[in-house]
């Protein structure tokens, strides 16, 4: 079974960036991957996505111009670049993988997940 570590979160100020890594170890990235995050007392929430390909994007309106998701390289890492945070974004972020090589932003539609990173982002 494949594992995923996600890492990067932390507490910082309104404004401020930072960068989620997601990695599995000895694991490719070969579909689709993406980021989603769970506030308190809310359900799991798509945040971002890409293609197996690197080469497409997907982003909730909330994140649009200040989040960017890319893979790195060898491809077993997907990064969260998270820029001019809100206190809105506090949550903890979940790396999610697809199953199946075809894009999508439906939560549901994932099939393997980490355990989670917290964010926190105060005003």
């Known amino acids: 079974q494949v594992q995923y570590v996600e890492s990067g979160g932390g507490l910082v100020q309104a404004g401020e960036s930072l960068r989620l890594s997601c990695v599995a170890p000895?694991?490719?990235?070969?579909?689709?991957t993406g980021w989603f995050r769970q506030a308190p007392g809310k359900g799991r929430a798509f945040v971002a996505a890409?293609?197996?390909?690197?080469?497409?994007?997907y982003y909730a309106d909330s994140v649009k111009g200040r989040f960017t998701i890319f893979r790195g390289a060898p491809q077993n890492t997907v990064y969260l670049q998270m820029n001019s945070l809100k206190p809105e974004d506090t949550a903890v972020y979940y790396c999610?993988?697809?199953?199946?090589?075809?894009?999508?932003?439906?939560?549901?539609?994932?099939?393997?997940w980490g355990q989670g990173t917290q964010v926190t982002v105060s005003s």
């Open positions: 000895g694991h490719t990235f070969a579909t689709p």
């Open positions: 999610g993988q697809r199953a199946y090589d075809a894009d999508t932003t439906s939560v549901g539609d994932y099939h393997y």
């Open positions: 890409v293609s197996s390909d690197g080469r497409t994007t």
